[in-house]
């Protein structure tokens, strides 16, 4: 009741700190039972009494009919459930693309109300609404933030950079922090260098979590982790999310010459529902299995599909099929293998084949007759590992990857691609592998004969078909002596982050044994109680009914490096403050 009652400055109230335990005994189940029953009578009660208007002397008027419908309308809900709708719901919302990330951003969701539905409001929902089941998540109202019937709060907007914006048209922006939104996450599935990190929408408090596919801005502490928490989410995530069975469980075999590749979904058909990953726990055996017929039978050599023509993709493209038709030359009549001299370009950069349709993100037919898939980043940006490697890897090939290979590593087992920066520099070209600028002629033409070497010889190209093609647990751990690390100039600068979210653990077991993924999951539970507490004020003293606190300044960056950072007054006041070493204690458990 003191929290409801007192409005606090944003961030400088104590904190709820929840403890996650797994496997608890059957008394203590009950017990908590009994607890989250009185507590959530209890919530029910004080937070309607807050929303409807509650007053210290005239006691509770949640049973208003007016207040009902006003409450009912601001939440998007029947007027006949407000309490439903306070006590059981978390409302989103998405701008600029923020449904990009969608499956981490909902799982990190679910993880810090795990009692909690769902609700997926607005037109900028996008492709999260594929993850709406009914059950946990929601399809709530659609529109836009002033079309009527539009809640007039949300608990969390999730926003994407401002290079996504221009989608929106004149809807752009329609959510902020301190007007009708609780809390914001980022969410970056980018690099760096094509967005402008200063420019997001105008909101009056820091975002909650950061949910980047890059880790440039993490090791350069752009963000004070006592107001951000900070998770690496590569882009690549999406696909062990979305299909896991495709990475963990793969059985590669037979003689199909024809080429004519299957893709046989088998076994125990486990419910990898909105995570990826079993709700029982993250063993193998019971993710159902996906079967291939032989790829090395497969009857063209490589593909390429991209729409972003960068210089090195394109520059190895053709020494790529340059080599391929010599070897085809060179054969004659009869060919050792087939296709040899099949290299397709499938997208709009040196198109070779027809006007083929970039292919939906969960459909890698395209690939399915090829036996490499070039996979290359358009920059090399630390930690910028997008879903290029799982569509190859997704359709039974075996990737050409180029990129930050040691961040790749943690995530897909590197065993399963061949590293085009490991290979120059296992082969004398080390300038290469360290800077793109230094790859000549010969660095690109050894590359090429390089896949053809591994297409000649079945013992070599079967060593990348492994079975589980997810990186191994605590892969993560940066080397000391990693060149790649080192060629990236990390190795003054910590290890990587844990990717999120971790394919190899089920969300609860994540919660648990991720301290990062805690610590946002924490935050996120403080910055909703303090929005919905913020409003609650609002409406009890005749304020704005935007939820503004006195004083507010609404700002389009939340940087390190912003005007007047110094003057924040978002440090969070507790005695267990953030940050805490969240690697170091991973290290240790």
């Known amino acids: ?86 006590t059981h719901q978390v409302v989103m919302g998405f701008q600029s693309r923020g449904f990009y990330n969608f499956r981490a951003s909902v799982r990190l969701l679910q993880q810090a109300f795990p009692n909690k539905d769902l609700v997926l409001v607005g037109d900028g929902a996008g492709d999260a609404l594929a993850l709406v089941d009914g059950i946990r998540v ?20 999730i926003e994407g950079p401002n290079v996504h914006r221009w989608i929106d048209g004149t809807n752009a922006c329609g959510f902020s922090v301190g007007v009708n939104a609780h809390a914001w996450l980022q969410a970056i599935a980018e690099p760096s260098g094509v967005y402008d990190d200063r420019a997001w929408c105008p909101h009056d ?50 003689n199909d010459l024809n080429g004519t590749d299957s893709r046989v979904v088998s076994g125990a058909d486990a419910d990898l529902g909105t995570t990826g990953v079993e709700s029982t ?80 993100m969960n459909v890698y037919a395209p690939f399915h007759k090829y036996r490499f898939v070039l996979t290359f ?78 297409d000649n010889s079945r013992q070599a190209y079967a060593r990348f078909l492994v079975r589980d093609a997810r990186a191994e647990g605590n892969s993560w751990l940066a080397k000391e002596h990693d060149d790649d690390v080192v060629g990236l100039g990390l190795d003054e600068r910590g290890s990587y982050q844990n990717p999120y979210p971790d394919s190899r653990l089920d969300p609860t077991r994540e919660l648990h044994q991720r301290p990062r993924v805690a610590q946002a999951a924490t935050r996120m539970r403080n910055t909703l109680q303090i929005g919905r507490r913020r409003v609650a004020y609002a409406l009890e003293t005749g304020q704005k009914h935007n939820g503004s606190r006195q004083g507010s300044v609404m700002r389009n960056s939340w940087r390190r490096d912003a005007d007047g950072f110094e003057n924040d007054r978002y440090e969070e006041k507790r005695e267990k403050r953030l940050p805490f070493p969240c690697e170091a204690l991973e290290a240790r458990r």
């Not at 933030?145 to 608990?155: A, T, Y």
């Not at 520059?315 to 054969?331: E, I, N, Q």
Request: hydrophobic share 40%.
């Open 1 to 86: 009741s003191d929290a409801m009652a007192s409005p606090a400055p944003y961030g400088a109230v104590p904190a709820v700190d929840v403890r996650v335990e797994v496997g608890p005994s059957t008394s203590t189940r009950c017990r908590a039972s009994m607890g989250a029953i009185v507590s959530a009578v209890v919530t029910a009660l004080f937070s309607a009494a807050a929303y409807a208007g509650y007053s210290g002397t005239s006691g509770l008027t949640f049973f208003n009919p007016q207040k009902l419908a006003t409450l009912a309308a601001r939440f998007g809900q029947a007027p006949e459930t407000p309490a439903l709708a306070l």
């Open 138 to 157: 929601h399809r709530g109202v659609g529109g836009w933030p002033g079309d009527e019937g539009f809640p007039k709060f949300v608990d969390f907007v």
């Open 205 to 254: 408090a820091p975002p909650a979590v950061r949910l980047d596919t890059s880790l440039l801005n993490f090791f350069e502490k752009a963000y004070p982790e006592s107001h951000t928490s900070y998770l690496w989410a590569p882009y690549s995530q999406f696909h062990l999310l979305g299909d896991l069975g495709s990475f963990a469980n793969r059985r590669f075999g037979g």
């Open 281 to 360: 726990g993250n063993e193998t055996e019971k993710l159902r299995e996906v079967a291939w017929s032989d790829p090395y039978h497969r009857p063209f050599l490589a593909a390429y599909m991209s729409s972003d023509c960068k210089p090195h993709r394109e520059v190895f493209f053709a020494h790529l099929r340059s080599a391929g038709a010599s070897a085809a030359a060179a054969a004659g009549s009869s060919p050792s293998r087939p296709g040899v001299g099949e290299v397709h370009a499938l997208g709009t950069c040196s198109r070779t084949i027809g006007d083929l349709q970039s292919p939906d």
């Open 377 to 454: 980043e358009s920059v090399e940006e630390v930690g910028y590992v997008t879903e290029k490697l799982g569509t190859a890897l997704a359709a039974g090939a075996v990737p050409v990857y180029w990129g930050d290979s040691h961040a790749a590593s943690l995530v897909f087992n590197p065993g399963s691609f061949i590293d085009v920066k490991r290979f120059w520099r296992e082969n004398g070209m080390g300038d290469a592998a360290d800077a793109l600028v230094n790859a000549g002629e010969r660095e690109w033409a050894s590359l090429a004969r390089h896949v053809l070497d591994v």
